[in-house]
């Protein structure tokens, strides 16, 4: 741990979270500035802008250590839109603002018949049948079906960032009524750091205008890499078919303007409606396993990214490793029966009985450093003491230990879409 | 565990959590309508209002429950004001929509010598030295002076709610502009459940519109007792002093509208500054223990509020208990020079460093059943842990030690107040 026990540290770190403040750091003698520069990395706070400030000092050392260090500031999150419609004019009309300015990807679900109908003027790649079928063969257990296909997306993506968003869903307004851009908020998240180990009562420490509370230990609040950023929904909220069958009046409309930390060693029920995530990193511990014997075409009748949730929650904190969740919101459209639903969710309900107090007492061993290695240490755990509650736990560790060799073998790897 | 095999329970938890629109019960069965009274009981809803409501059907079978389980609906939350300014006359009237509601109690810091002055209108009383002295002797470590003196108060209360509040607040607004009821939103958080055990992503699911989201396991969906309540402040944070001085403009504008449980195992730094807890249930565990050798009269030179949450935090977790954080603010005023506090604010900073992981690895006993046994419990861990690497440590254990002999003899029995 360290101490602060000289007050120049103490300054730096304070420069580093005040650099939107700061217009000129010329005047700083030249050690300070590569010191302030290399915290200000650490500190996933080398925003373009940021960057430009300390190019604009014209000091040799700065032009080297960015070459040194090969920095690059662009930021492309992918975006694989699952389709059940298969007229997405709206839908992308709709997030035209925000993601025109990003290459995407679509992943048509294997069981839509119809061809798609895209608007003009997206940079965009979409993947259909015959390219899954042609990159993953018909060997596996993984099925790119359903709500499943946008993992297809996080497999032949090749970006860093990725950014996931349901086909139900169109941007939110903020508290002041203008239109959220969900992708800056989700990087945001993804490049400062996430405070697993201390709880911070002014919620993000790292969100302009707050900060740590009196009594945050120094020594945290550097912080850990953030990896996974859980949004959150207006309007329809992402509950369960039996309690939205019990309200079904019920909207969401209380916009909470925060980002949170998820503490370390706390489980919670992460939603893949709308998501981003470090693909470097944890990419092979998003998976589309868990497949209920009765799964719908609808987000209440489905559980596969529930799991997922668990698993990567699970790594994360193994491998001291941050997610965050609350802001940006999407504004979520009604769609299905709830009450229609109610017979085939039962088993995704009943499921979390048996898997939530798995997953809460699951420890991996310090071999695993790898999202992979987690995924199938997490695999071999499943099919050891869950398998024989429920056949869905032994299929679902089979694919798991199939989608890490996918990974391997696709994932890693260049690839060109079809269509 | 519950598992959830019949409409009927589930129905149920969703009514009690609907009861806000629900105007008549009348129409229910008998054996349904007790067993819905008895849930809402143990989620805490039973309110003022939906007592009436339960009342209205006019069935004998519910006034005989209320009759055997002694119900009574009045809250009182009591104030501990402590005070280093003599002068309450702008801080009571600005409260005084809220708090003349209620029975208040001031305690008059030690070192101030002058008279305090208060306006009228208002139900208290004034605890001033003699009557510690009195009640509480000279032969004990514990020190009502400063911040600390509030503490005198939540030994002599006899209410099963305290809410403690420092008397440089006052009410804040919401984002709507209204003035905030404190006291209401305390009270709320208290008598709702918490839910530590499993993060839900759209914060607190008691708070109307909200719900627990899709794989919230129905089994934790009853959740626990919350005995602890941690408000928050608009204007000046209860930063540390290095944070202030380092951003003296920054002042907290930001309305994050939410409440949520501070999940199991993870520890924050409580500030005394705008909190509310269950006496009964916990009043022990909040006590006036830690002095720093260079203790100063301004909350950036105090620990003794951070101590005594680390504290009551792990003593929650053992004893399953819940604590909530967010909602109400407070307004609070600025107060004091930091950069002049910076000298003195290394020890409390520093301390932070050896108190954490200390905090983070302490395991109660399975014998502590009380809040007074796991208070005993951590002073002796204390002594024995931290004991050798700082005196503060040493004086700290040994005053918690003294406090719970003073809570069984004062804290238990009635008091007259005095002046």
Same mark, same amino acid.
């Not at 217009?23 to 700083?28: A, M």
């Not at 359903?146 to 946008?150: E, I, P």
């Not at 310090?366 to 790898?370: F, M, P, Y």
């Not at 869950?386 to 429920?390: A, P, T, V, W």
């Given at each position: 741990m360290r101490t602060p026990s000289c007050l120049l540290p103490l300054t730096l770190d304070s420069a580093v979270l005040n650099l939107s403040n700061i +217009?000129?750091?010329?005047?700083?003698p030249d050690h300070i500035l590569i010191e302030l520069f290399l915290r200000t990395l650490r500190a996933g706070k080398l925003t373009e802008r940021v960057l430009k400030l300390f190019i604009a000092t014209g000091k040799d050392e700065v032009f080297s250590l960015i070459q040194e260090l090969n920095i690059q500031v662009t930021v492309n999150p992918v975006l694989p839109t699952r389709t059940?419609?298969?007229?997405?004019t709206s839908f992308m009309n709709a997030w035209r603002p925000i993601f025109s300015r990003f290459h995407l990807i679509i992943v048509k679900d294997l069981d839509l018949k119809e061809e798609i109908k895209i608007p003009e003027g997206f940079n965009l790649d979409v993947y259909e049948k015959p390219d899954i079928d042609r990159l993953v063969?018909?060997? +596996?257990?993984?099925i790119f079906s359903?709500?499943?296909?946008?993992y297809f997306g996080y497999l032949v993506s090749r970006k860093k960032y990725i950014i996931s968003v349901d086909d139900d869903c169109l941007p939110a307004k903020d508290n002041k009524g203008f239109l959220v851009d969900a992708v800056s908020q989700h990087i945001t998240n993804l490049t400062t750091p996430a405070t697993p180990f201390f709880f911070n009562?002014?919620?993000?420490?790292? +969100?302009?205008?707050a900060d740590f509370v009196r009594g945050y230990p120094f020594s945290l609040r550097s912080g850990v890499t953030c990896v996974l950023s859980c949004g959150l929904w207006h309007?329809?909220?992402?509950?369960d078919a039996p309690t939205q069958a019990l309200k079904p009046e019920e909207r969401n409309s209380r916009y909470v303007d925060a980002v949170l930390t998820v503490p370390a060693r706390t489980l919670m029920p992460i939603s893949g409606i709308n998501i981003a995530f470090n693909r470097d990193v944890v990419?092979?511990?998003?998976?589309?396993c868990l497949r209920l014997?009765?799964?719908?075409?609808?987000?209440?009748? +489905?559980m596969e990214d529930i799991w997922s949730g668990m698993c990567v929650k699970v790594i994360c904190d193994h491998l001291r490793l941050g997610v965050k969740t609350g802001l940006p919101y999407v504004w979520r459209n009604d769609r299905g029966d709830a009450i229609a639903s109610l017979r085939k969710e039962w088993e995704g309900v009943k499921m979390m009985e048996e898997v939530v107090p798995f997953f809460q007492s699951l420890r991996l061993p310090?071999?695993?450093?790898?999202a992979e290695d987690c995924v199938v240490e997490v695999a071999n755990a499943v099919k050891e003491k869950?398998?024989?509650?429920?056949p869905v736990f032994a299929r679902t560790a089979k694919a798991m230990l199939d989608w890490v060799k996918l990974w391997k073998s696709v994932g890693g790897c260049s690839s060109s879409p079809g269509a």
């Open positions: +217009t000129d750091l010329s005047p700083l059940l419609n298969s007229d997405l063969g018909t060997s +596996t257990s993984i359903g709500y499943a296909c946008r009562t002014l919620y993000d420490p790292f +969100t302009e205008g309007n329809l909220a992402d509950y990419g092979p511990a998003l998976l589309p014997a009765a799964e719908g075409k609808f987000r209440w009748e +489905t310090q071999e695993a450093t790898t869950l398998g024989s509650k429920d």
